[in-house]
């Protein structure tokens, strides 16, 4: 009975499906170049972003460590080292001190976001190439 | 050597587009005959057509640990089916789940659709008006058995139903057939 059942309950093929196949996989691939190129573009401007971010971001940790003498504290290992090895606990804190903390965490942050940005486009458009 | 479904998703998900061609040639005539049975001719196209959008969107979500492919993507497809039954305001599987689960039947399925039964489902016009009238959670239990060749620890797991209640629907399904196929 069950073989049999097998046998009735066999599809007869009104032969759709195989342009079905061919027209669902045509939809897939529109929706995965609209997609890629939505988000190529996506990454792309937030790239652009970080890097113009990145660049200000650069002058004004420049202008911070002018401000606050850190190049001046940094000078003096090669002026008086002796001083330095003598008081290396104190000059160790003033040298943190006078480190733009605020400045420096934007700019790995923004230096991330544009490395992620980088890593994601070239990861699209290496598919997109493997695929051609 | 043929790829398993598995291995495929996996190609895919590395980066093989073409990968997810072969899955998708692999199983549209699958899912097209079983959305046939339940939608029609005329609306299966586009019930496949959901269905393999929603794979394709959702193929990173799928576990192998928790299901075989086959299993994923008909569970996807009579949601779809459900969904789209919902909204034509027809009769939904789920709608027709609540009654007795726990009975599971002993008898031996063999003596449950006698040989005349049998010649007489071999019109296969007949047997779809029959599996129309019974009750869509016996007709899915039937065609995912017989026609998708689905174990019923595989349909169990499709429907969220103990392999029991599954056994229980296969054996009263029969029953139904026999007794309508005697009353016509």
New interface residues.
């Given amino acids: 009975m069950e073989q049999n059942l097998h046998k009735l309950f066999k599809p007869s093929s009104d032969n759709k499906e195989s342009k079905l196949s061919s027209d669902i996989w045509n939809v897939i691939e529109s929706k995965t170049t609209h997609m890629t190129k939505q988000k190529t573009l996506f990454y792309l401007s937030i790239g652009a972003m970080s890097l113009v971010g990145t660049i200000f971001s650069v002058k004004s940790l420049i202008e911070e460590f002018l401000r606050l003498g850190f190049f001046n504290y940094l000078s003096l290992i090669f002026s008086d080292i002796g001083v330095i090895t003598t008081y290396w606990r104190e000059y160790t804190l003033t040298l943190m001190d006078s480190l733009p903390v605020t400045s420096l965490i934007i700019l790995f942050s923004l230096l991330f976001i544009l490395f992620i940005s980088i890593r994601r486009v070239s990861y699209k458009f290496r598919r997109k190439f493997s695929i051609i | 050597m043929e790829k398993s479904d598995e291995k495929l998703v996996e190609e895919y998900l590395d980066?093989e587009?073409s990968s997810?061609?072969i899955l998708?040639?692999r199983y549209?005539?699958h899912i097209?005959?079983f959305s046939?049975r339940f939608v029609g001719?005329e609306y299966?196209?586009d019930i496949?057509?959901e269905v393999?959008?929603k794979i394709?969107k959702n193929i990173e979500n799928f576990n192998v640990k928790k299901a075989n492919f086959k299993t994923w993507i008909f569970t996807i497809a009579r949601n779809t089916i459900t969904d789209y039954l919902r909204k034509k305001k027809m009769v939904s599987f789920s709608s027709l789940d609540k009654e007795d689960e726990t009975f599971a039947d002993n008898i031996e399925?063999?003596v449950?659709?006698p040989n005349e039964a049998?010649m007489k489902?071999?019109d296969?016009e007949f047997?779809n008006n029959l599996l129309d009238k019974i009750p869509a959670h016996y007709k899915e239990v039937?065609?995912l058995y017989?026609?998708e060749?689905m174990t019923f620890s595989e349909i169990g797991k499709l429907l969220e139903k103990p392999l029991n209640t599954v056994k229980s629907y296969h054996h009263r399904a029969l029953v139904l057939l026999r007794d309508m196929v005697h009353h016509n």
């Fill in positions: 980066g587009e997810f061609k998708l040639d549209t005539s097209y005959n046939k001719v299966a196209n496949v057509q393999f959008i394709w399925d063999e449950v659709l049998l489902l071999e296969k047997l039937l065609i017989y026609q060749e």
